[in-house]
């Protein structure tokens, strides 16, 4: 079996919050106790509302906030140890907002350019061909490398997000949301592009997204966060056909569908209620005060992530009660 | 048929930009009758929002109603004067937004929000209506509405806020509710029960919608009819469900083929995605003849020059295309 | 690309103060300092002295064209320090956070709860009078705001993606500062660098005025204005021509530094393509 190219082992990012004058210092406990690994070429898609942690998760993964506790393996070898350099030219990131996440001041060209010399290549010329190859790859013009990035509209400026993240040909790229902020109509294009990139450059993703329908369409597997914990993990048929754990079938269940109004089924399945803060989570499954299946047994034992079927997990007592 | 609720004829609303007057809404016409959920989707910048606050009466400069006619219940509105529209405000239509925390009062709590609209609509004390208020937040749901009375907008989470929104704009019973984008700034779990919460209420108390989103399966599951906008005009306008299972307009379709559905896969594989190429043409240059037609796959000579008339379907729809169906 | 009325007035006054310092000895009518003849003190205005003469009977148009390169070399030299000073303290404060930003918060507290006049006299009677040490106390002292302003631009746009990203890329703390982060916020800072000038030559002023600047015979705006104190009265030529020389060589940094900050803003230049 492929030697996974990332692997989470036990990882927990705690943040500490408060103190001084307020009073009592508290635990954000962000990402607590996640394991996963993802295989290389393979998308893993990442589920979950907010507070759900999988924004740290991302940052921790790519070594921009150290962990609490656990390990964060890339290729085999700790993330701790790697220098920055290699991280980078490893793993990459492809971010939300296409407006915020170029450099305002910095032509197309300059923006792709300098990794690469930041990264050695020294030559001119081939530094041209790599961002003159990227630009088409991502589907934009040559003459759009020497303009600005408030020429250009949204999808386009995602597009430029892509190519900077895949300029450095990295093997895992972290997209955090990278069509949510999109108009509707051109969100295919960038879906379509992401996909096609991956196939072509051999890459394996992950994913993480609200919008189920994107994640069904993309993944190889997904897993499901709930409140800095994995609630549930699988093969994409698996988890949309046979989900085990509440939570999911209330994600799947909040869809709004035009076929199937009102339906007794759907209506059952939705979660009630709010999404706890992250600061104080409920005691126990952190899901329970929402949970129609809710017992006893689900506020005094946490629920741990077990095997349902073959590669299919669920964190819930219920885990074996099909919907 | 009944005189429906709200009427809007060819509307038509003006941009004044730096010399020349852009038409940022035009030809726009459609019916909502007593008690109906009828829903408006569009992308960003197609107008479907300046729309909605032209049926408020609260368009600003440099937006204005140019043509056209706002009629409801009979009564033409779109000339009314401030004070006959702050009437109907509250009363009669009633609005609710995307951002619950920029529509609140930060320094009111929300109890006194709500009480607000009795006292000045209905002219009770303000005990009585401390009280009325109570009573609207158990009806919005909200968990222990005695001790959220006085809890200030920026203790209670995005769905809480929300909820109080519609607990403002419901307070008088008005025959109307625009509720323009009220779930995207929310999560999903929380964004259906909210969604669920406001078809229950306004089913209850006869309240017609009109609810405006980018979200055509939204749209589509919490109403009976659907328009879909585009650069300003309305291009298609079907029953819910026909919107869905036979589009009539290339850009409907494009909405429903482009975005992956939940089952798709496994029942056809993965697909690739059916895009909508090029991008939304901004207000400044629109493209002449039909506003799609750079984008559309079955555009023809005549598209690029000459505007489509409506085509009417059965069952009050509507299409705009030279080549529809 | 449109330039607003100010950025032309500004940069109008400040390319004369500018030039009249560069051209000063060829523009001059009498050596400042050496002539000097008590048969024409204090006289007003004519044909022979354009602004009059001061108490020891020197040309005042010509002390005031040579006055020009000392307040405008302290004013600029002192802002290019302070904002020197006061960018990298606040971009790597901002930036680095923890006890770094701690003591350099601090620092700058103290340093704005302190006059800033007051403490660069306090280095003036240290060092002694004279340009140099001038332009030390000047330069040392009021880097506060270019600091504050600086910190807090870096903590709002650290947050923003570009930044991330380039961390991500591998790019070094100092590289982001000053690559990403500096072009980014320079608006704001430019604006403060020409107000911080202005108020550089104002401060000469003042130091001079009390005696600790420039000492005489040298001749400073400040200083002028200093030995015309007790003349105002009978003799107001001896200040006005000083006063407005400094009025609107301030006046033209501000405006300049408005215009400044205006043009820098890539977004004001193309439109969507």
Known sequence: ?323 | MSTPLLEVRDLQIALAGDGTTYNAVEEVSFQIGRGEAFGLVGESGCGKSITALAVMGLLRRPLSVAGGRIILEGEEIQDASPAEMRRLRGRRIAMIFQEPMTALNPLSPVGRQIAEMFVLHQGASWNEAMDRAEDALRQVRVPSPERRIKDYPHQLSGGMRQRVMIAIALACGPDLLIADEPTTALDVTVQSEIIDLMAELCAAKGTAILMISHDLGLVANMCRRVAVMYAGRIVESQVAQAIFATPRHPYTRGLVDSLPRLGERARHGRQRLREIAGVVPSIAAYPSGCRFNPRCPAVSDICRSISPEVTALAADGLVRCHHHG | MKLGANTWVGGALVGLALTVAILAPWIALTDPVMDANLMNAELPPSWEFPFGTDAQGRDIYSRLVYGARISLTVGIVSQICNSLIGVTLGLTAGYWGGWWDDLVSGLTNLMLAIPSLVFALAIMAILGPGLVSLVIALGLTAWSYSCRIARAQVLSLKSQGYVQAARILGYGDLRIMFTQVLPNILGPLIVIATLGMGGAILSEAALSFLGLGIRPPFPSWGSMLSEARDQIRSAPWLSVFPGLAIFFTVLGLNLLGDGLRDILDPQSTTRRA
């Open chain 1, 1 to 323: 079996m492929a030697e996974p190219l990332l692997k989470l082992d036990d990882l927990a990012v705690h943040f500490t919050v408060g103190g001084s004058l307020r009073g009592s210092v508290k635990t954000l406990k962000a990402v607590d106790g996640v394991n996963l690994d993802v295989k290389p070429g393979e998308c893993l898609g990442l589920v979950g509302e907010s507070g759900c942690g999988k924004s740290t998760l991302a940052l921790a993964i790519m070594g921009l906030i150290p962990p609490s506790r656990g390990r964060i393996a890339l290729g085999g070898q700790e993330l701790a140890k790697r220098d920055r350099m290699a991280t980078a030219r490893t793993v990459q990131m492809v971010f939300q907002d296409p407006y915020a996440s170029l450099n305002p001041r910095q032509t197309v060209r300059r923006t792709l350019a300098d990794p690469l010399r930041l990264h050695g290549v020294a030559n001119r010329t081939e530094v041209d061909h790599r961002v003159m190859d990227m630009l088409a790859k991502v589907g934009l013009r040559p003459d759009h490398a020497d303009r600005y990035p408030h020429e250009f509209s949204g999808g386009q400026r995602q597009r430029i997000g892509i190519a900077r993240a895949l300029i450095l040909q990295p093997k895992l790229v972290i997209c955090d949301e990278p069509v949510s902020a999109l108009d509707v109509s051109i969100r295919a294009q960038i879906i379509n592009l992401l996909l096609e990139l991956k196939d072509e450059m051999g890459l394996a993703y992950i994913m993480i997204s609200h919008d189920l329908g994107v994640v069904e369409h993309v993944s190889d597997r997904v897993a499901v966060m709930y409140l800095g914990r994995i609630v549930e993990q699988g093969g994409w048929q698996e988890i949309f056909e046979d989900p085990r754990h509440p939570y999911t079938r209330a994600l799947i269940a909040a869809i709004p569908d035009p076929f199937h109004r009102a339906d007794a089924v759907v209506a059952r399945a939705k979660a009630h209620g709010e999404i706890a803060s992250a600061l104080n989570p409920p005691p126990g499954c952190h899901f329970n005060p929402r949970c129609p299946l809710k017992a006893d047994r689900c506020v005094s034992d946490v629920p741990l992530l077990e095997a349902v079927a073959d590669g299919h997990r669920a964190a819930c007592h219920f885990r074996d009660r099909r919907s």
